[in-house]
Nanobody, 126 residues
Framework: QVQLVESGGGLVQAGGSLRLSCAAS????????LGWFRQAPGKEREFVAF????????NYADSVKGRFTISRDNAENTVYLQMNSLKPEDAAVYYC???????????????????WGQGTQVTVSS
């Protein structure tokens, strides 16, 4: 089993930055991939970024490329999402999720992830 706890959300002005953290416990941290997803009111949950088990492969949704960076610290059992140049359309509840497959390129589909955190709210004012 994997337990995930997100933090770092909040209110920020457009153009500002936030760093989200997701602390993991349970299964060995370096044995699974991690993804960030987000869900705005009335919308489906959407892929934001993933990082594979080794940190050697990352991928981003087109809407966040060049602005968001995902990273992991295997010593701290934590995955991060650095979000810069935030836009009002980035506002959502952000979730981290664990994918237990050892694929070099993890999935971008939410249903293929095995464990989820409770989410952290990001609000961006214009």
């Amino acid at each position: 089993q994997v337990q995930l706890v997100e933090s770092g959300g909040g209110l920020v002005q457009a153009g500002g930055s936030l760093r989200l953290s997701c602390a993991a416990s349970g299964r060995a941290f370096s044995s699974y991939a991690l993804g960030w997803f987000r869900q705005a009111p009335g919308k489906e949950r959407e892929f934001v970024a993933f990082i594979n088990w080794s940190g050697g492969s990352t991928n981003y949704a087109d809407s966040v490329k060049g602005r968001f960076t995902i990273s992991r610290d295997n010593a701290e059992n934590t995955v991060y999402l650095q979000m810069n140049s935030l836009k009002p359309e980035d506002a959502a509840v952000y979730y981290c999720a664990a994918d237990l497959s050892l694929s070099w390129n993890p999935s971008t589909r939410p249903y293929e992830y095995d464990y989820w955190g409770q989410g952290t709210q990001v609000t961006v004012s214009s």
